[in-house]
């Protein structure tokens, strides 16, 4: 019996990025565990992935191609060959190109799988070069990242293993021990050593109840609360005089901005009392290093950009950026050296390409949104809107039209698949190879393929040289293999990558980037943010050419600002949606909803997945408040319906007092099948998108719940 380990890095769109060993015999993978070793996801898997293997091996996985032979949506489906796929795909696209333009194809992807060479921008080249439809993939963070660039620059920020020198934390909008828990020991150990945290968050999550402070907040007036502790510190004279002079750009028009955001005016809007508000920016400006770890959640909601820009200010301010284990930690990712221009070859694009933001598809489906020419073929990979992106009636209705060919790759027979015309079946991690950035430490990963694919999977990068090959592309970048893609897929050169070479990687499975050890680094302690100015600017220089998309979330290059005008200074916008600002709405659909992570399930993956639903409970449930309970005469475990103008959905009554009275919480991730009517929490989701970055406003919507 052959029995080897191989050292590999998880796939999910996950701030972690943990290092895998799987356990291999005779071919077949037999165990995944966590690698001790790596430094930062140290030897734990997290509940989604430490059965892995379940997933791989489960018998639901699509193995071989399926076409389509009932009614869409019908999940009827028969095998075909890869020829004949390839043949039906490439034959309707070329008539579709003939007939209506390539622009009427349309690609949709996110990052089902995270890795470099089969991630974000593996589909790119190619539908550059037919010349489709341009996705904008503004799923995440996208306005919080466009408010970070205005602020700060693109630096990695805070190093995360810095935490554990840190004596003031904030989670904003960050459920660790759910999203990205091997941060947590590095938080523990500050805790450990006096430091104090606190949670930011409407939901008393299991990481709000291991925090020595909890405040709560009514969605999406986080901004209100960060520019009210602008105002204290400013007022109680506990900004830090020197590196606001020396390093940051703007602060007396931030301190004029401040000076209308009174603890006051902030808890009518947060519903924190202003007394809280006042300890927090006291405690926070006096207790160094104080640092913030900002979520994705805050970006949700209609002035969730500015949101960020305010939270961004705060460590400038105070200093706190002097300090080993002060300033801000957001996102990573930017630490690292990838050619995003040889992934996304945005120089094979037209000059004039139409641009769909993938919070848009429904409308775009449905012809709502005036295409011409209509999308007429659509194909969709690393994603399943469906479950997770906004009108989902709509995206129904589009996602049923017999005119529309759809092609879907997929390990499953998602909520997306099901409507497909044809699927093809897509490996998992441990069937192929990868190289991994991540957005929640500084370790380069490898993925060594651990097996051979199951039945006729292929990785997206074959998948893509497939097609490629099927539509008569003969450009010879098109057919790299895997190894040539990740050797082209970062800038060696570059000095983060200095004495590393890729045999290194491939053998350990990880490496640190080349950045100053977590124990002396404080990256802007003398400045030099990558920002226009050099420095951290509370009044942005470049807001004034207009919003924008940072180019990572475009499919190309393009993504230029966009002239409309943006206030360079930080400001509060409050919800479109809650009980103050649109109070004529507030009486008939009076509870605020917020659909966050699943502890079980990542985005929609595991979702259809035994052990997972197990943990996560089969079916939707939607947390309440004890009075919004009462009040509706609900008690725990009834079936409910939550609804408002644009939809309802099913679901059973968790109710605790973990959520503050006027908010109620649906755990995303469930698929329409287990839900009892079909619709799940984005039947009722809007199209608007946040003040930055096109971002989504999932979560700033009103909605009445009511018995079954
Ligand atoms: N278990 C698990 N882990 C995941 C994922 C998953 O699906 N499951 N998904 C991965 C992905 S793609 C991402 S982007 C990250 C996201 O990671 P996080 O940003 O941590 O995840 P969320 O659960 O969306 O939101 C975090 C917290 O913000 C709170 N919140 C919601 N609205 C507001 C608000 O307006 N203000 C404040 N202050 N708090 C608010 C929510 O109650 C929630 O507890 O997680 C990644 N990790
Ligand atoms: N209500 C609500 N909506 C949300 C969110 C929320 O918290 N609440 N979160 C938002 C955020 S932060 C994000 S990032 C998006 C996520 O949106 P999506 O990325 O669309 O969501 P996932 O559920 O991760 O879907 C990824 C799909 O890719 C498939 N897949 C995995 N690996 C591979 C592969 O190698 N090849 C192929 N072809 N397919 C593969 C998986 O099986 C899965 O079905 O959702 C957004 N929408
Ligand atoms: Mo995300």
């Given at each position: 019996m052959a029995r080897t380990t191989v050292i590999g890095a998880c796939p999910h769109d996950c701030p972690d990025t943990c290092s895998i060993l799987t356990t291999v015999e005779d071919g077949k993978a037999i165990a995944v565990r966590g690698?001790?070793?790596?430094?930062?996801?140290?030897?734990?898997?997290?509940?989604?992935?430490?059965?892995?293997?379940?997933?791989?091996?489960?018998d639901k996985r699509v193995l071989y191609p399926?076409?389509?032979v009932g009614p869409k949506g019908s999940r009827q489906f028969q095998r075909i060959s890869w020829d004949?796929?390839?043949?039906?795909?490439?034959?309707?696209?070329?008539?579709?190109?003939?007939?209506?333009?390539?622009?009427?194809?349309l690609p949709y992807s996110y990052l089902g799988t995270q890795g470099i060479i089969n991630g974000?921008?593996?589909?790119?080249?190619?539908?550059?070069?037919?010349?489709?439809?341009v996705l904008e993939r503004t799923f995440c963070d996208s306005a919080s990242c466009t408010a970070y660039m205005m602020t700060i620059g693109h630096t990695p920020g805070v190093d995360p293993e810095s935490f554990v020198h840190s004596k003031y934390i904030i989670l904003w909008a960050c459920n660790t021990l759910s999203t990205n828990s091997h941060h947590w020991p590095f938080i523990e150990q500050a805790k450990k050593a006096g430091a104090k945290l606190v949670v930011i968050d409407p939901v008393r999550t299991r990481t709000a109840r291991l925090a020595d402070w909890h405040i709560p907040i009514r969605p999406g007036t986080d901004a209100a609360l960060a520019l009210a502790m602008i105002h204290v510190i400013i007022k109680e004279n506990l900004v830090d005089r020197d590196y606001v002079d020396k390093y940051t750009v703007g602060y007396d028009e931030l301190a004029e901005r401040a000076s209308a955001y009174t603890p006051e005016f902030a808890s009518q809007e947060t519903g924190i009392p202003a007394g809280d508000i006042i300890k927090l920016a006291r405690e926070f400006a006096t207790t160094p290093p104080a640092v913030?770890?900002?979520?994705?959640?805050?970006?949700?909601h209609a002035g969730g950009g500015q949101t960020v820009r305010a939270i961004a200010c705060l460590p400038g301010l105070i200093g706190a950026w002097k300090h080993v284990g002060g300033g801000l930690l957001q996102l990573p990712i930017w630490a690292f050296p990838v050619r995003w221009d040889v992934l996304m070859r945005p120089d094979l694009q037209p000059e004039k390409m139409r641009v769909l933001n993938s919070w848009r598809l429904g409308a775009a489906l449905t012809g709502e949104l005036g295409f011409d020419p209509p999308i007429k073929a659509l194909f969709v990979y690393n994603a399943n809107p469906m479950a997770m992106v906004t009108e989902q009636g709509k995206l129904e209705k589009g996602l049923e039209r017999e005119d529309l060919f759809?092609?879907?790759?997929?390990?499953?027979?998602?909520d997306t698949a099901r409507y497909a015309d044809i699927v093809l079946p897509a490996t998992t991690q441990l069937e192929q190879k990868d190289i991994m950035f991540s957005w929640g430490h500084l370790y380069l990963s490898y993925n060594n393929q651990a097996i051979a694919p199951l039945g006729?999977?292929?990785s997206n990068s074959e998948l893509f040289r497939r097609l490629a090959r099927a539509m008569g592309v003969t450009?010879?970048?098109?057919?790299?293999?895997?190894?040539?893609?990740?050797e082209g897929s970062l800038d060696w050169s570059n000095p983060v990558l200095q004495g590393i070479t890729l045999d290194d990687v491939k053998a350990k499975g990880y490496v640190r980037l080349n950045m100053p050890a977590p124990a002396d680094w404080a990256p802007h302690r003398e400045g030099n943010f990558p920002t226009a100015s050099g420095k951290c600017e509370f009044k942005s220089t470049i807001a004034g050419g207009g919003n924008f998309v940072v180019p990572l979330f475009r499919q190309g290059y393009n993504g230029d600002q966009d002239g409309t005008p943006v206030d360079p200074l930080p400001h509060y916008i409050p919800p479109n949606e809650n009980a103050r600002t649109a109070p004529a709405l507030a009486t008939r659909y009076p509870l605020s909803l917020i659909s966050p992570k699943s502890h079980a399930f990542l985005n929609s993956n595991y979702g259809n997945l035994p052990a997972q639903t197990a943990q996560a409970g089969e079916e939707q449930a939607v947390l309440l408040n004890p009075d919004d309970a009462a009040t509706r005469g609900i008690v725990a475990g009834a079936p409910i319906r939550v609804f408002n103008d644009r939809g309802s959905f099913e679901a059973f009554a968790t109710v605790s007092p973990d959520i503050m009275p006027g908010v109620v919480v649906a755990p995303s991730g469930y698929w329409q099948r287990s839900n009892r009517r079909g619709a799940t929490v984005h039947a009722l989701t809007p199209p608007a998108f946040a003040d930055l970055g096109r971002a989504p406003t999932f979560s700033d919507i009103l909605v009445q719940v009511s018995g079954a």
């Open positions: 690698n001790p070793d790596h430094p930062f996801t140290r030897g734990r898997l997290c509940v989604k992935v430490n059965n892995y293997e379940e997933r791989v091996y489960s399926l076409k389509r004949e796929a390839l043949e039906t795909i490439a034959a309707r696209w070329t008539s579709v190109i003939a007939e209506h333009g390539a622009q009427a194809i974000l921008n593996v589909g790119d080249p190619l539908f550059n070069k037919l010349g489709a439809t913030v770890r900002i979520g994705v959640a805050v970006e949700r759809t092609v879907v790759s997929e390990h499953f027979l998602t006729e999977a292929v450009d010879p970048s098109f057919f790299r293999s895997d190894d040539e893609i990740i």
